[in-house]
């Protein structure tokens, strides 16, 4: 009889390992998937994997994708792991993306076509605030009334949904649009445009804040009070409120600066490789930077990278779905698998498997 | 000398990393009290869960009446006759008294005879409940009689009774131990597992004393003091704390009309509690657990607020204050449950350290930490208090109760604070180190500091505070010299007197 031993302390090479066994776990499950489908399964993992980056025919296309997929998914994953190690479940970073998105182009809009350098400072301002502002609904809603932040944050992306529909048909719609629902292309408007830094590398400005995000996450963590408690009330809760953590200011600065985070993921994206704010200019980043954040365990660097297979997988996704005829819901599951192998595999980290008669005690 | 009724031999089981019992061999025979004495950790919850046919031993014979015993479930030991009292209850609070008597028996009889059977067997043995009552609003002392009841309703040959008194006040411990005496008479072995040596004096025939898993000693308790049994049992010499002498100075902390309300719903809350602790002093705050402990705990430390005036540290109001501003003035605390409040369990030693001593030690710097400084200041702990680990990186829930307990406590004394409010400062420590944790509180009143005790061991509070106070049901008794209190009068201040004037052996 098999069955699960506590660990004294939780293993510090496991914590790395699984990752790796979760990814390899999934290309097996997911190779099995695909050749039931009928495909062959060692094609499928390397279009998925391999070709994105390295294949001499779509590389020059894909590989800039990369960074461009991963940047979004990075900034807002690194703002939930905050909350997440406190215990603060922030879920709706889909709306607070959005309505980053929608306050920073309202400000380009709004000066249009005004040329000057403050523009893109001002939006990127404006995006920030806004998302804190879109996150600070639940925080202030449950630091008040005790109100559950995962359903209210949640419920809040569809309301963002929908006001993003009406701005797309109304008050931001193109007058020169010739009616079509949609924003101006900020891509045109120089003075707002986030354009690609280097070229031929995906790099744009948000990128370069993701990076700077993680170092900023590492360096609160690991070096800050403020880290330390954000930890310390995920961990204990009666241990923080001993150590005299202020558990109102933690949600409130954790719900903030990951609407924050999220808000200028969705400006950068809408001034940048997005362009515009249209009906369906949300493609679900602030969802999958859930599952990046846990598949990153929370770390800083674990984000990093874990934001970069995640974008792998999509690019790679897509293309395995137009090369292989694929369909979107295995990459789908393919990409759920990869959470479920990590989240199984964390067992591992805390507790050791013994194999022998089990004993009532 | 009359046939054993249960004998064990050469018994030994060992988990991963550590052999719980090695070799243990004794005897009970009919109608004796029979202690099983040692530390936490040596082994007794071990062995009796194996009498009680929840473990298997590795090695060795266990022989009942003569013939051979090894109950393979709880429920086969009950049919062999061997009844077992928990230290933790198993009651459900919603359901009355018969209903949770019933429903701990194989075959449970109609209610209403049911009913008369612990009538019967309530008036018998001076246990007096009410079979109708609601189990969530009785005492923890009834609600050990509901446990021991359904156990003599099996009329059991042995009686196994783990840690009884931890719970009960002196009153309760002295209706217990007539009942327990009156099942010997009868001839029921009661099998009584302790570390109060007092209670083992006072009740036990014989005594099998057991240190890291092994048989160090059997003995007659009554031929044996109490200090004797206590370095039996320790395996080293105890140094007598020394209280130093100092003459109390002028008032540090003053609490006065101090209310909190409850933290939940089945907390007590605190109601006007008022007493004041001089320089050089240590208060002993006693009473049944659950009556208001943590959250006198919390309203000190600072986790609750309340009235600025509420709270006065050197004359100074401080009742509005929260912990970290309480702890740069002085004031400094110790929870009872180690693990998740008073340290986080999974983060190192060094984090740990912080935990509490970030302002008073300087350990970080506009936000910033310093951890080298943090290490220091956690190795200081280690060594300063004989914590045994590995080392300070090493997670808080990898030690011991005993070594986090004194590193706990470490960190806070440390920290050189005018006033410190510990709860129940050495539960689960061993003995050597529970001196050394009550003496380091000493030398700390001796120092200069206000020391408030809170504690359910009354050995304890005796031996190192200068005035008791008991809390009962979140209000605070006069306090009182403790020099010259006796039990009784402690009794009656816990309000420990729960049906007293029924609590009448029948003869």
């Known amino acids: 009889m098999i069955r699960l031993e506590k660990r004294p302390e939780p293993s510090q090479a496991w914590t790395y390992v699984t990752p790796l066994l979760a990814v390899l776990a999934t290309m097996i499950a997911g190779g099995m998937l695909f050749a039931i489908l009928g495909k062959d399964p060692f094609v499928a993992i390397r279009t998925i994997f391999w070709d994105p980056l390295f294949n001499e025919q779509f590389a020059a296309f894909s590989r800039p994708q990369l960074l461009v997929k991963a940047g979004p998914l990075i900034l807002i994953a690194i703002g939930l792991s905050l909350g997440f190690r406190a215990g603060i479940w922030n879920i709706g970073a889909e709306g607070q993306y959005i309505i980053g998105a929608l306050c920073g182009a309202g400000v380009a809009l709004a000066f249009y076509p005004l040329e000057a350098v403050f523009i893109f400072p001002l939006m990127i301002l404006a995006g920030a605030l806004g998302g804190w502002a879109w996150a600070m609904i639940p925080g202030l809603l449950k630091t008040q009334f005790n109100t559950n932040e995962i359903l209210v944050s949640l419920l809040l992306v569809y309301v963002a949904e929908q006001l993003m529909a009406s701005m797309a048909l109304g008050l931001l719609r193109n007058p020169d649009g010739g009616g079509f629902p949609g924003s101006r292309n900020l891509g045109d408007y120089p003075a707002a445009s986030n354009e690609e ?30 880290g330390y408690n954000i ?16 558990a109102t200011r933690l949600v409130l600065f954790c719900l903030g600066l990951s609407g924050a985070l999220a808000g200028l993921a969705g400006l950068f994206e809408v001034a940048g490789p997005a362009g515009q704010i249209t009906i369906d200019f949300n493609v679900g980043y602030g969802f999958t930077a859930i599952i990046v954040a846990f598949l990153g365990r929370l770390h800083p660097v674990g984000i990093l990278f874990a934001g970069l297979l995640m974008a792998l997988t999509y690019i790679g996704g897509e293309l395995a779905q137009f090369m292989l005829g694929l369909p979107a819901a295995a990459i789908q599951a393919f990409q759920g698998m990869l959470l479920f192998f990590l989240l199984a595999g964390d067992v591992l980290t805390n507790y050791r498997i013994r194999i022998g008669r089990a004993e009532v005690a | 000398m009359t046939a054993p009724l249960l004998s064990i031999e050469n018994v030994t089981k060992a988990y ?44 060795g014979a266990m022989r009942l009446n003569g013939g051979p015993f090894a109950p393979p479930t709880p429920n086969a030991a009950r049919q062999a006759g061997i009844a077992m009292v928990f230290q933790h209850f198993s009651l459900f609070e919603a359901l009355d008294v018969a209903e949770n008597v019933a429903l701990g028996m194989e075959n449970p009889p109609r209610p209403r005879d049911l009913a008369r059977r612990i009538r019967e067997v309530s008036e018998t043995y001076g246990l007096p409940l009410d079979p109708a009552r609601r189990v969530g609003d009785l005492s923890a002392g009834e609600r050990q009689r509901v446990e021991i009841i359904r156990c003599l309703l099996q009329d059991p040959k042995l009686l196994i009774m783990d840690e009884p008194t931890s719970v009960l006040t002196p009153q309760e411990v002295d209706i217990l131990f007539q009942t327990l005496r009156k099942l010997s008479a009868e001839g029921t072995a009661i099998l009584y597992i302790s570390h109060k040596l007092e209670e083992i004096r006072a009740l036990c025939d014989a005594a099998t004393i057991l240190r890291r898993g092994e048989v160090v000693a059997t003995c007659d308790p009554r031929e044996k003091s109490a200090r004797e049994l206590a370095e039996l049992m320790v395996g080293a010499t105890l140094a007598v704390p020394n209280r130093g002498g100092a003459v109390p100075g002028d008032v540090r902390l003053e609490v006065s009309g101090l209310t909190v309300a409850p933290a939940n719903r089945f907390g007590t809350g605190l109601r006007d509690v008022a007493f004041e602790v001089r320089r050089g002093e ?10 208001g402990q943590e959250d006198l705990l ?55 350290a912080l935990l509490t001593g970030e302002i008073r030690e300087g350990l970080g710097r506009r936000g910033f930490l310093n951890w080298p400084a943090a290490r220091r200041f956690a190795d200081r702990i280690i060594e300063g208090f004989d914590v045994r680990t590995p080392g300070p990186a090493h997670a808080a829930r990898s030690l011991s109760g ?46 200069g500091a206000a020391i408030v005790v809170i504690s359910q061991d009354l050995d304890e509070i005796l031996e190192i505070s200068d005035r008791f106070a008991a809390l009962n049901e979140g209000r605070l008794t006069p306090p009182r010299p403790t020099q010259g209190l006796t039990m009784e009068e402690i009794g009656l201040m816990m309000g420990g007197a729960h049906d007293m004037e029924v609590a009448h052996v029948a003869e």
């Open chain 1, 197 to 226: 830094l280097i070229a031929g590398t995906g790099m744009h400005w948000g990128v370069v804040a993701a990076f700077i995000a993680v170092i900023f996450a590492y360096i609160l963590l690991n070096r800050h009070r403020m």
């Open chain 1, 231 to 246: 930890r310390l009330a995920g961990q204990a809760p009666r241990a923080a409120r001993f150590a005299g953590v202020n």
């Open chain 2, 16 to 59: 991963p990393g550590v052999v719980a019992n090695s070799d243990v061999s004794f005897e009970i025979t009919p109608g004796e009290v029979h202690a099983l004495l040692g530390e936490n950790g040596a082994g007794k919850s071990t062995l009796v869960k194996m009498i009680y046919g929840l473990v298997r031993p590795d090695s």
């Open chain 2, 282 to 291: 240590v208060f002993g705050v006693g009473g049944v657990a659950g009556n």
């Open chain 2, 298 to 352: 919390a309203a000190l430390s600072g986790e609750i607020t309340a009235a600025p005036e509420a709270i006065r540290l050197d004359g100074v109001a401080v009742g509005h204050l929260g912990p970290n501003k309480r702890r740069s003035l002085g004031i400094l605390a110790a929870p009872e449950e180690r693990l998740g409040h008073a340290a986080a369990p999974d983060m190192s030693l060094i984090e740990n």
């Open chain 2, 402 to 447: 005993g070594n986090l307990q004194k590193f706990v406590i470490g960190r806070e004394i440390l920290q050189r604070p005018d006033v410190l409010i510990v709860n129940q400062p050495t539960w689960g420590v061993d003995a050597a180190a529970a001196a050394a944790i009550r003496q380091a509180l000493l030398n700390l009143a001796i120092e």
